[in-house]
C-alpha cells in the first residue's frame, strides 16, 4: 500500500522551495470580468446591507456579500472599527481619538463603543512593528 499525503491547494507539498506562500484575496467584478484584488492592495471595506464596498488606494468595488464574510475571506490585518466598517491596519495615515485617516484619503469613525479596543490593538501593532 503506498503512502498517500495531502497536498495544499496551491498542488505543491509545503515546503518545497520556490513555494509561494498565497496571499488572501477577493475576487471583484469590473465591467463583466472577474479580477482577483489582493488583501494587501485594499484600504478598508465599507458595509451597506448585504453588499461591502472594497477600496483600494484608487478605487472602489462592490461585492455581493456582507462586511463580515469578506473579512473572513480576507487577512488579520483588517480590524473592524465600526458597524460599517473594517480597515486594513497597513494603511493608516494618521490615527486620532474618534477617527482613523487612511492612505487612501478616506476618513473612517470609529465607533463609540470600539475606541478603547482599536487603539490598545492598533498599540500593540504598532509596538510589535
Known sequence: MKNLSIMPSGGAPSGVAGD???????TVYKFGKAISVKSSDITCLEGV??????????????????????????????????????INARHIASRWPDYIHLSCGKVIPIARRRVRETHEILGRMALSA
Open 20 to 26: 509561494v506562500k498565497s496571499v488572501p484575496s477577493i
Open 49 to 86: 446591507g448585504n453588499y461591502t464596498f472594497v477600496y483600494t488606494r484608487h478605487e472602489k468595488h462592490l461585492v455581493s456579500k456582507c462586511l463580515k464574510e469578506v473579512q473572513d475571506e480576507l487577512s488579520s490585518d483588517f480590524l473592524r472599527i465600526h458597524k460599517s466598517y473594517s
